[in-house]
């Protein structure tokens, strides 16, 4: 779903991630599966960053997981650069390891407390074999932390001396130091101050534009997505359901979710939020266990009709590069 004609590095194909839920302590049996990613479909071009954005609990998190390899998909490929990753064995993985990083969401867990920034950042060099003298590497440590906006002297810190916009570039550096293509950042900003956070988008731009990178930026804060992103896909109880380039999809949203979503994101004039008429989306989210039949959004949709929950819609593209999982726009 790319206007570039182009192969993209990244395309993702009918994916599904169905978790089993079992009951029982001595036998175990399945009595259901939680559809975290239930068939979703995109591509990504290089040098690109796509949004992906969603209440918590849509999916986000778990596809990232899949395309890193963290978790086997259930169904569906994963085709990067031309190799379906979702079918590799654990000892064809170390390869991709090289290629494509993640940064995580909080930086107080994702680094290990007992090593210093030195170590964290040097390991990976290590364990890959990309630069297996100590003085080179070393050197390579603290040419990183200045990359990443840090004094180079933090090598001899421990995590917990630091701050968390500190140690988030930490985490930065650290997926830096493999020289990857491919970043998931799953909502690396969302555990920082606002100020830390805009601080550290800039840097991810930054990046991006000197190693020619290319970012899947999970997130839910909508004013971040529209900042770093060039398109954004809308997910919804674990499919997409809208897929534009930012512009497009901040200016002219066609799906009902992601209309309600731009709705609820506060402004900033007290007189203009006042003002303003903001109606929520109704009901509540239905559980992944057992998802609605056709349209997962159709029992809280203002526009849904009696075929909404019947047939799964299609992804339509209704303008270049916009697509839509809905049969009541066009």
Same mark, same amino acid.
């Given at each position: 779903?790319?206007?570039?004609?182009?192969?993209?590095?990244?395309?993702?194909?009918?994916?599904?991630?169905?978790?089993?839920?079992?009951?029982?302590?001595?036998?175990?049996?399945?009595?259901?599966?939680?559809?975290?990613?239930?068939?979703?479909?995109?591509?990504?071009?290089?040098?690109?960053?796509?949004?992906?954005?969603?209440?918590?609990?849509?999916?986000?998190?778990?596809?990232?997981?899949?395309?890193?390899?963290?978790?086997?998909?259930?169904?569906?490929?994963?085709?990067?650069?031309?190799?379906?990753?979702?079918?590799?064995?654990?000892?064809?993985?170390?390869?991709?390891?090289?290629?494509?990083?993640?940064?995580?969401?909080?930086?107080?867990?994702?680094?290990?407390?007992?090593?210093?920034?030195?170590?964290?950042?040097?390991?990976?060099?290590?364990?890959?074999?990309?630069?297996?003298?100590?003085?080179?590497?070393?050197?390579?440590?603290?040419?990183?932390?200045?990359?990443?906006?840090?004094?180079?002297?933090?090598?001899?810190?421990?995590?917990?001396?630091?701050?968390?916009?500190?140690?988030?570039?930490?985490?930065?550096?650290?997926?830096?130091?493999?020289?990857?293509?491919?970043?998931?950042?799953?909502?690396?900003?969302?555990?920082?101050?606002?100020?830390?956070? =805009?601080?550290?988008?800039?840097?991810?731009?930054?990046?991006?534009?000197?190693?020619?990178?290319?970012?899947?930026?999970?997130?839910?804060?909508?004013?971040?997505?529209?900042?770093?992103?060039?398109?954004?896909?809308?997910?919804?109880?674990?499919?997409?359901?809208?897929?534009?380039?930012?512009?497009?999809?901040?200016?002219?949203?066609?799906?009902?979710?992601?209309?309600?979503?731009?709705?609820?994101?506060?402004?900033?004039?007290? =007189?203009?939020?006042?003002?303003?008429?903001?109606?929520?989306?109704?009901?509540?989210?239905?559980?992944?266990?057992?998802?609605?039949?056709?349209?997962?959004?159709?029992?809280?949709?203002?526009?849904?009709?009696?075929?909404?929950?019947?047939?799964?819609?299609?992804?339509?593209?209704?303008?270049?590069?916009?697509?839509?999982?809905?049969?009541?726009?066009?």
């Amino acid at each position: 779903m790319s206007a570039s004609a182009a192969p993209p590095l990244l395309d993702v194909r009918g994916l599904r991630m169905h978790f089993p839920v079992t009951e029982g302590i001595v036998a175990r049996r399945k009595i259901g599966e939680v559809k975290a990613v239930d068939g979703i479909d995109f591509t990504m071009q290089r040098g690109e960053t796509l949004g992906l954005v969603g209440e918590s609990g849509c999916g986000k998190t778990t596809t990232g997981r899949c395309i890193l390899r963290l978790e086997r998909p259930t169904e569906g490929a994963i085709i990067y650069d031309g190799t379906d990753i979702a079918t590799l064995e654990q000892k064809d993985l170390r390869a991709l390891r090289r290629r494509i990083q993640v940064v995580f969401q909080d930086p107080y867990s994702s680094l290990n407390p007992r090593m210093k920034v030195g170590e964290i950042i040097g390991e990976p060099m290590k364990v890959h074999g990309i630069e297996p003298d100590a003085a080179k590497r070393a050197a390579r440590v603290r040419e990183l932390l200045h990359v990443c906006g840090l004094n180079p002297r933090f090598a001899d810190r421990y995590p917990h001396e630091m701050s968390g916009g500190q140690r988030q570039r930490v985490g930065i550096a650290r997926a830096l130091a493999l020289e990857p293509e491919f970043i998931v950042c799953d909502e690396a900003v969302s555990a920082l101050d606002v100020s830390i956070q =805009a601080q550290v988008i800039n840097l991810l731009e930054d990046l991006r534009e000197q190693f020619h990178l290319t970012y899947l930026f999970i997130a839910h804060d909508l004013s971040v997505v529209r900042h770093i992103c060039h398109r954004v896909a809308v997910m919804y109880l674990g499919r997409i359901v809208e897929l534009a380039s930012a512009d497009e999809l901040f200016s002219n949203s066609l799906h009902p979710y992601t209309q309600a979503l731009l709705a609820a994101v506060p402004v900033p004039d007290p =007189a203009v939020e006042t003002a303003r008429n903001f109606r929520p989306v109704q009901g509540e989210v239905p559980s992944p266990i057992n998802p609605p039949s056709g349209c997962v959004f159709h029992p809280r949709c203002p526009i849904a009709v009696a075929g909404c929950r019947q047939a799964r819609p299609e992804m339509r593209e209704l303008r270049p590069g916009h697509f839509v999982a809905c049969t009541e726009v066009g």
